[in-house]
């Protein structure tokens, strides 16, 4: 398990949210506990599936290769979500970006971002970072630095779009 402070990641002050102190959390699937994984599992189903009506094989293959990332706050709730994997031999990727409902609007978004692309930079150091965004956060990832490389197609009738 890894276990450090956003601001470590982000060589930068300390930074505080909300009063929170934020942290993060790297684990692959057999690092976590039962709990941990079934409450994974219960947010990304209740955003993905629920939330954004769209029945599908959430659980997924991945699952099992993929670094977890979690956003907890100072209390240790936790707060945000993402998934990080290899996606080819020049490429990884993350998805699965997701802030627990009560913590939306304070910007832990983009902390979860920051946090998601320096964890992925240190896990895959020598491959580009390509994603499958969401269209309508097309300028959200591009505030990072992601680029459009495809036009927007559907993905489980959402409209999306590759960035690197």
Same mark, same amino acid.
């Given at each position: 398990?890894?276990?450090?402070?956003?601001?470590?990641?982000?060589?930068?002050?300390p930074i505080f949210l909300g009063?929170?102190?934020?942290?993060?959390?790297?684990?692959?699937?057999?690092?976590?506990?039962?709990?941990?994984?079934?409450?994974?599992?219960?947010e990304r189903i209740k955003v993905?599936?629920?939330?954004?009506?769209?029945?599908?094989?959430?659980?997924?293959? +991945?699952?099992? /290769? @993929?670094?977890?990332?979690?956003? &907890?706050?100072?209390?240790? *709730?936790? #707060?945000?979500?993402?998934?990080?994997?290899?996606?080819?031999?020049?490429?990884?990727?993350?998805?699965?970006?997701?802030?627990?409902?009560?913590?939306?609007?304070?910007?832990?978004?983009? +902390?979860?971002? /920051? @946090?998601?692309?320096?964890?992925? &930079?240190?896990?895959?150091? *020598?491959? #580009?970072?390509?994603?499958?965004?969401?269209?309508?956060?097309?300028?959200?990832?591009?505030?990072?630095?992601?680029?459009?490389?495809?036009?927007?197609?559907?993905?489980?009738?959402?409209?999306?779009?590759?960035?690197?």
């Open positions: 398990m890894i276990h450090i402070c956003v601001s470590t990641l982000l060589d930068v002050e009063g929170f102190n934020m942290n993060v959390e790297v684990k692959i699937l057999n690092e976590m506990t039962a709990q941990e994984w079934c409450r994974l599992a219960e993905f599936v629920v939330e954004q009506e769209c029945p599908y094989q959430e659980i997924d293959e +991945q699952d099992y /290769q @993929a670094h977890h990332l979690m956003l &907890k706050n100072d209390q240790g *709730d936790l #707060v945000g979500y993402t998934r990080m994997l290899a996606k080819d031999d020049a490429h990884a990727t993350f998805g699965r970006v997701l802030v627990l409902k009560q913590f939306r609007g304070h910007k832990y978004g983009r +902390q979860l971002v /920051q @946090a998601t692309i320096g964890e992925t &930079k240190r896990l895959f150091p *020598d491959k #580009v970072i390509q994603i499958q965004a969401q269209a309508y956060l097309k300028e959200f990832y591009a505030s990072f630095g992601f680029k459009p490389i495809s036009d927007v197609y559907l993905e489980d009738n959402i409209p999306h779009l590759d960035m690197v």
